[in-house]
């Protein structure tokens, strides 16, 4: 899933970084996320630079909406929502109600 970066990011190798690629993850990744840190701010950087091939130093430099819209997409990727293959797509509101619904319930506990 590509996402265009609304505030691009200079990285430490000199590269200016216009947009992210996020892949789908594995749950290994998520235990070697929770491995790496007992901190869940710490984990989900570790996991989102694992899914975006850059240090966690690089996804600390994201601008705060650029790190919204990663964890947006993150998000919808996790629920199987990521079809449209970019960050831009939109679902129809009917579609989103449904899903939303559906993850509260299986959520709640």
Wanted: glycine share 10%; no cysteine.
């Amino acid at each position: 899933m590509k996402i265009p970066l609304k505030f691009p990011v200079k990285l430490a190798t000199g590269q200016t970084l216009t947009e992210l690629t996020l892949r789908r993850g594995k749950r290994k990744e998520m235990a070697l996320a929770a491995k790496y840190s007992e901190d869940p701010g710490e984990q989900e950087d570790f996991l989102l630079a694992t899914l975006t091939n850059l240090t966690v130093e690089d996804i600390g430099e994201l601008d705060l909406a650029d790190s919204k819209r990663l964890m947006d997409s993150f998000r919808s990727m996790v629920e199987g929502r990521d079809t449209a293959g970019n960050a831009g797509a939109q679902r129809p509101a009917a579609e989103q109600g449904n899903a939303d619904a559906g993850l509260g319930a299986a959520t709640a506990g």
